[in-house]
């Protein structure tokens, strides 16, 4: 199968170099020149791609001549506005309609969420006073006025290789103790993106890519300090911080890592 991806870092170039591996002719981008040559490496045909908001780069029409579009922006650095991320995904949007793109995947994040303080799922409303992030709200928008099948993939607090729940909060004070976590692993993502793509369609249109179990922040946090030996965070009040518990659409699915306490 032809697949693309935009966006070839640290989640979309292992995702590259797996599915190369397992015979799919893969073209990623970048968006940088230095990368080149680490993608090829990898097994990817790398394409230069730039949205600034608008397209730029080179032979980037490459991207949308595929059988499924993998789309693997996050909004950025906080310097930009909502609205820049809202734009690069109305041009992505664009260019798959224009090439007729059969079917794409969207990561998405479960900022897309309101802090309840409760549970949340696929059903549960935005609500930008409450904590949901706009410009996840208004990229999924932009990137639903696709024509090819579409399936939103929100994902939780991304960790793995060199993402280690709780390092950057080393010796540091923090607070959420008993928050629960709503994480995903690395690993995990890319299986089940691999098993998305050997099915023919797919029913259900949003999924929420989060472990299961939602252990609490100090379960975590210190767990990994003592399998990774960093120091532990320090703990302030208060112990519970505002949140949501995101229910998973992973019930059956077998995780590599079957709880962030595993990470």
């Known amino acids: 199968m032809r697949i693309s991806i935009i966006g070839c870092g640290w989640l979309g170039l292992p995702l590259g170099s797996c599915l190369a591996k397992k015979g799919h002719e893969i073209t990623g981008s970048t968006t940088s020149e230095q990368k080149l040559s680490q993608l090829e490496e990898a097994g990817i045909n790398p394409v230069l791609f730039r949205l600034s908001p608008m397209p730029g780069g080179r032979q980037f029409n490459s991207l949308f001549q595929t059988d499924l579009l993998f789309v693997n922006i996050p909004p950025g650095r906080k310097t930009n506005p909502p609205e820049f991320y809202e734009e690069q995904v109305k041009y992505i949007t ?75 909060f080393a010796g540091k004070a923090t607070k959420g103790a008993d928050t629960p976590v709503n994480y995903i692993h690395r690993e995990d993502i890319i299986r089940l ?71």
């Not at 799922?121 to 999924?140: L, M, R, W």
């Not at 099948?149 to 390092?167: A, F, S, T, V, W």
């Not at 249109?205 to 922040?217: A, C, T």
């Open 94 to 168: 664009y260019l798959a309609n224009q090439h007729k793109v059969p079917k794409l995947i969207f990561i998405s994040s479960t900022s897309y969420y309101p802090s309840t303080n409760g549970p949340v799922d696929i059903y549960t409303p935005y609500d930008f006073e409450k904590g949901s992030g706009k410009a996840v709200v208004q990229g999924e928008k932009q990137i639903s006025k696709v024509n090819g099948e579409l399936l939103i993939l929100r994902c939780g607090g991304l960790m793995g290789g060199n993402r280690i729940p709780g390092r950057w």
């Open 193 to 263: 993106v691999e098993e998305l793509i050997a099915e023919e369609s797919w029913p259900q249109k949003i999924m929420n890519v989060v472990n299961p179990n939602h252990p609490s922040r100090k379960e975590v946090h210190e767990a990994m300090a003592r399998k990774h030996g960093f120091e532990a965070p320090v703990w302030q009040s208060p112990a519970i911080i505002p949140h949501k518990v995101v229910k998973s659409s992973l019930e059956g699915f077998e995780l590599r890592y079957p709880s962030p306490l595993d990470y």
